[in-house]
């Protein structure tokens, strides 16, 4: 199996789980739990190795993770919407597909608050006063109150690269010298 087609399954396997667990919170009035605990679950994924490895390991039975993940859910406090869904995701050997899952359902709360994510990549961080002009600028361009991800990446050399949605917006100097690049190779 080519590793894209495994990409595509995991995310149509997170999709199916966010739009249960979404609809869910959304008849129980838990929308902001949701955001809560899925705010404090990407910390926790970022910040532990051992979630991770307990999230990707294929040498965890089912039940070490689901039990692991049950405590891990009673100790963050997590809503019961989201316990038992970890507990779904462990039972059916699908903890992998998590990161995923919440990427879809942050997109999903996004939409229901009619907001929109940019991913911003910069090669050096944005100030307060860059990042809220940025952000006034894509408003006006999507129609859309916009959230701004921001990720630092100095290979960029300067610019920024922009992603809402299916769009991109590359002006960085790092494309502009590989676009300089493949014109002079062309004349040459």
């Keep these: 199996m080519l590793v894209s087609e495994t ?9 199916r789980y966010a739009t249960a ?10 929308i902001k739990a949701i955001e809560a605990d899925i705010a404090a679950l990407e910390t926790a994924i970022n910040d532990s190795d051992d979630l991770r490895t307990l999230l990707n390991s294929p040498l965890y039975s089912r039940e070490q993770q689901a039990d692991a993940i049950g405590a891990i859910a009673k100790k963050m406090e997590l809503s019961t919407t989201t ?8 039972s059916k050997r699908r ?10 359902l942050q997109e999903r709360l996004a ?10 990549t910069t090669a050096k ?3 307060k006063a860059q990042s809220d002009k940025l952000a006034k600028t894509l408003k006006a ?20 690269i922009v992603k809402v949605g299916s769009k ?10 590989n676009a300089l690049q493949n014109t002079m190779k062309e004349v040459g």
């Design 7 to 15: 990409a595509g399954i995991s995310t149509g396997i997170a999709q």
């Design 21 to 30: 667990m979404f609809d869910i919170a959304k008849e129980e009035n838990a």
């Design 141 to 160: 361009q999507v129609g859309k109150s916009v959230t701004i991800k921001e990720t630092v990446d100095e290979s960029i050399i300067g610019g920024l």
């Design 95 to 104: 903890l992998f597909v998590l990161p995923q899952l919440m990427r879809v």
């Design 125 to 127: 961080a944005l100030t």
């Design 168 to 177: 991109m917006i590359d002006t960085s100097i790092a494309s502009k010298l």
């Design 111 to 120: 939409e229901e608050r009619g907001e929109v994510t940019a991913e911003v």
């Design 83 to 90: 316990g038992n869904v970890l507990g779904l995701l462990a």
